[in-house]
């Protein structure tokens, strides 16, 4: 998360004509997700990570200064001829001024203007194409000009998507889920009356959050993105340029300044270029100053694409996918990170094979890009109980016994900590939960979902699971309940004055409702949940409960504090309690869904078996 230190004043006045960053598609248009900007790593060079830490800083201290200040577009890191990490400040003309050096790091200039709107005219792939239609060419929403297709994606389920910017998908807001995609696009003689026009329809996209006048202290988007569902067949993971995307990604908290990229885009075509700043924060113009947005967290080349290539996928030379075009001029292009869109999404680059995507390995980051360390937080058991993953809030999941490793979050760069999960109740996956309300799924557990972006009155701090496994439910610290897929709303306690926080949510055995636990050990019961008894209402007074975990008849839970103390309600069976200190407490119990039992999952990751548990 991006520090602000408002305490140095930048005092040089800048000149020149105010231009925004224009959107590559021929009616201005917007883009997608509120989140908060993260720090990469070191990027590669002879500069030590202090040095590029201190690029960071100093980036951060002047762009909220600089930002929307005329003649002053665009802000980053990146480096000066000599490789030294420095900070990246991109302008209308050669007239700005811009200074030498920032907090003690050097800037580069880079005259990135006039950034105008441009027209949508021109070949190479404005036609309609044969099926499957290869990436790179002409598409867009019934009402737009005309967009890039950028990949075909799928999700855990094998369903797959065209991939493309808000903007060009969905309008800029103003779609409804469900409206025709065409290709080719609108401007290039695609007609929603003709069915051989039509692509897909719009599945899911995410809405812009706009500013006006400099929004230099507005919500910051990341990604400008919308999938369109479309069936078997119907679009190629081949570009029309030839090349293929990989299904591995660069991350952008791997990507170093320099780094050699291509794209294949509608207007104009297969076009190459460099990475010229990372972590850039940049307006975007939808037509008017008072019609603009802020993007943090993006990634800026050199110039490789024109109007009408807004979606287009860039790669690095080895056909890794690491951004979408979203923005751009005459002298650079800016592109929403790879990952980011994708996680957004819980989808993966289609890998070609028919069905669900394969088990992926386990993560590998030279760097992780979160700073909430390893920190256990949740366990979470398989179906029939014969093992366990454990969920740390950087986003590291570990797996023992029968449990399989599907993959975890280390790697992403996330708005929140981890703070809970999920497992499926049949098959194998499961989904982590972030403080912000984003949901990120494995294995076989689909994304319904998230809170992701939207702005919460407490975190999100755990979820459970329908029976089905096709929906699941969030809870904050307020008692807020969110639902979704097949998850029915039984009530929430966002409306009551709680004497503690809730800190945990656990569904019934017939899937037909949920309890709440508080910090106190109160329970709060909806639906079809009975009611045992509570920690409050047993005269126990305390502030330190972490969980509770149910028995597999649904008749009864176990209530668990974070020093080991459990208390037995229902049919639970008294087990003892278990050992933990200050330094190392209880933050997680797994129950066995098969057998009465549980294991207690301390802050370090150790763990802890009582009665029949987990693994």
């Known amino acids: 998360m991006r520090v602000r230190e408002r305490s140095a004043i930048v005092s040089a006045r800048w000149t020149g004509t105010f231009l925004a960053v224009a959107i590559l598609v021929a009616v201005a248009s917007p883009a997608a997700a509120a989140a908060a900007t993260t720090t990469p790593a070191a990027t590669a060079g002879s500069s030590s990570s202090v040095a590029v830490a201190q690029a960071y800083a100093a980036q951060a201290e002047a762009t909220d200064a600089w930002i929307g200040t005329p003649g002053v577009l665009a802000t980053g890191v990146g480096r000066t001829a000599a490789n030294r990490p420095s900070v990246v400040v991109f302008v209308a003309d050669s007239s700005v001024s811009v200074p030498a050096a920032v907090e003690g790091v050097p800037t580069t200039k880079i005259v990135s203007g006039p950034v105008v709107p441009l027209s949508c005219t021109g070949p190479p792939f404005v036609s309609r194409c044969d099926r499957p239609v290869p990436l790179g060419v002409s598409a867009g929403h019934y009402l737009v000009t005309a967009g890039t297709i950028g990949a075909l994606v799928e999700d855990a389920t094998g369903q797959q998507y065209a991939l493309s910017n808000n903007h060009v998908f969905a309008n800029e807001n103003t779609a409804n889920i469900g409206d025709p995609i065409l290709q080719p696009g609108a401007v290039d003689g695609g007609n929603p009356a003709n069915p051989a026009d039509l692509l897909g329809t719009l599945?899911?996209?995410?809405?812009?959050?706009?500013?006006?006048?400099?929004?230099?202290?507005?919500?910051?988007?990341?990604?400008?993105?919308?999938?369109?569902?479309?069936a078997p067949g119907t679009v190629s993971r081949t570009t029309a340029c030839g090349w293929t995307p990989s299904v591995n990604t660069v991350s952008a908290a791997s990507l170093a300044v320099g780094t050699p990229v291509k794209k294949c885009g509608r207007s104009s075509g297969e076009t190459t270029g460099t990475v010229t700043a990372i972590n850039v924060t940049a307006i975007v113009s939808f037509g008017s100053s008072s019609n603009a947005a802020r993007f943090d967290g993006q990634i800026a080349t050199t110039s490789i694409a024109i109007a009408g290539d807004s979606g287009s996928l860039v790669a690095d030379s080895s056909g890794r996918p690491l951004g979408m075009v979203m923005a751009g001029g005459s002298g650079v292009t800016f592109l929403n990170p790879i990952d980011a869109v994708l996680q957004h999404f819980g989808v993966t680059i289609d890998d070609?094979?028919?069905?669900?995507?394969?088990?992926?390995?386990?993560?590998?980051?030279?760097?992780?890009p979160n700073p909430w360390g390893p920190k256990a937080v949740a366990g979470l058991s398989t179906p029939d109980g014969g093992g366990f993953w454990l969920a740390a809030a950087d986003g590291r999941v570990s797996s023992e016994g029968n449990a399989t490793f599907e993959?975890?979050?280390?790697?992403?760069?996330?708005?929140?900590?981890?703070?809970?999960?999920?497992?499926?109740?049949?098959?194998?996956?499961?989904?982590?939960?972030?403080?912000d309300g984003g949901v990120f799924t494995y294995g076989s557990a689909?994304?319904?979902?998230?809170?992701?972006g939207t702005r919460l009155n407490q975190p999100v701090f755990s979820m459970a699971s329908t029976r089905t496994g096709n929906g699941y439910w969030l809870v904050a610290y307020d008692g807020g309940i969110f639902s979704f897929g097949d998850a029915p709303f039984y009530g929430s306690t966002g409306s009551l004055h709680l004497v503690q926080p809730v800190i945990a949510i656990s569904s019934s055995s017939s899937g037909a409702g949920y309890r709440l636990v508080g910090r106190d050990?109160?329970?709060?019961?909806?639906?079809?949940?009975?009611f045992f008894g509570s920690l409050p209402g047993a005269g126990v007074h305390v502030s330190d409960v972490i969980g509770i975990a149910p028995t597999p008849s649904g008749q009864g839970y176990w209530i668990i504090r974070a020093g080991g103390q459990a208390y037995a309600?229902?049919?639970?069976?008294y087990f003892g309690n278990g050992s933990a200190s200050a330094f190392d407490p209880v933050v997680g119990v797994i129950a066995n869904p098969a057998a009465a039992g549980y294991r207690l999952v301390l802050a370090s990751g150790a763990t802890a078996a009582f009665g029949d548990a987990p693994g």
């Open 569 to 573: 309600f229902g049919d639970a069976p």
């Open 352 to 368: 070609g094979i028919p069905g669900p995507p394969p088990v992926p390995q386990g993560a590998s980051c030279q760097s992780p």
């Open 446 to 452: 689909r994304f319904f979902g998230s809170m992701g």
């Open 203 to 230: 599945a899911a996209f995410q809405p812009v959050v706009t500013c006006s006048s400099s929004c230099s202290s507005a919500p910051g988007n990341t990604i400008d993105a919308a999938l369109a569902a479309v």
């Open 407 to 435: 993959g975890d979050a280390s790697c992403l760069p996330l708005n929140g900590p981890i703070l809970g999960g999920a497992s499926r109740p049949s098959g194998v996956g499961y989904w982590l939960n972030a403080s």
């Open 521 to 530: 050990g109160g329970i709060f019961s909806f639906g079809d949940a009975p």
